[in-house]
C-alpha cells in the first residue's frame, strides 16, 4: 500500500477550512439598511404628501431593527404625532406588516394580542420599506391626517419617492 502523506494532509486541511469557513458564514450576519440620506428623503416626501391633501403630520423612519433614523414634524402637527408616528413604524417593522392591515386583524379579534405589546400601535400609518427583492429595510410611520388610511397614503408616497434607490 502506498501512503502520500502530504496529500493527505492537504485534504483534511481543505475540509477543514471548508467547515471553518461554513461556520463563520453562520456566526455572521449581514443585511440590507436605509441610509441616514434616504430615510430623510423618504420622510420630506410623505411630509409633502401630506401637506398637499391639507394635513399637518409628523413622519417617522425606523430601520429594521426599530431604531429611529428620522423624525420630521410639521408646525401645526399635534404634540402627540411625533411619539405616534414613531410607534406606527415601529409596529409595522416589529410585526412585518402594515399597521392598517393590524388594526383591521385586531380589531376583528384575530390578533387582539398585539394591543397588548407595550409599544405597539396598530392605527393605521405604518407603512413597510422593502427592497427590491423583498427584504425589509425599515418602516415609515405618519400620524396627523384624518384616517390611518390617509397617514398609510401619505407614507406610501415617502416610499415611492426613494423607490428607484431600493431596486439594488
Given amino acids: 500500500m502506498i501512503r502520500y502523506p502530504s496529500l493527505c494532509l492537504a485534504a483534511a486541511a481543505a475540509a477543514g477550512f471548508s ?13 440590507k439598511s436605509l441610509t441616514p440620506d434616504v430615510a430623510v428623503e423618504a420622510a420630506q416626501a410623505a411630509l409633502e404628501s401630506c401637506r398637499a391633501e391639507g394635513y399637518q403630520v409628523a413622519v417617522s423612519v425606523v430601520d429594521r431593527a426599530g431604531n429611529l433614523q428620522t423624525t420630521i414634524r410639521d408646525r401645526f402637527a399635534g404634540p402627540h404625532t411625533p411619539d405616534t408616528s414613531y410607534r406606527k413604524a415601529w409596529t409595522s417593522v416589529s410585526f412585518r406588516t402594515d399597521t392598517l392591515e393590524l388594526a383591521n386583524l385586531s380589531e376583528k379579534g384575530e390578533a387582539w394580542g398585539i394591543r397588548n405589546v407595550s409599544m405597539a400601535l396598530p392605527l393605521g400609518g405604518g407603512v413597510q420599506i422593502l427592497a427590491g427583492d ?9 400620524s396627523g391626517a384624518p384616517t390611518g388610511t390617509a397617514d398609510a397614503t401619505c407614507a406610501r408616497a415617502g416610499i415611492e419617492a426613494i423607490e428607484e434607490k431600493l431596486i439594488f
Avoid at 467547515?19 to 443585511?31: N, P, R, S
Avoid at 423583498?134 to 405618519?142: C, F, K, P, R, T
Fill in 19 to 31: 467547515i471553518t469557513t461554513a461556520a463563520a458564514q453562520d456566526a455572521i450576519v449581514t443585511f
Fill in 134 to 142: 423583498g427584504s425589509m429595510l425599515g418602516a415609515i410611520g405618519i
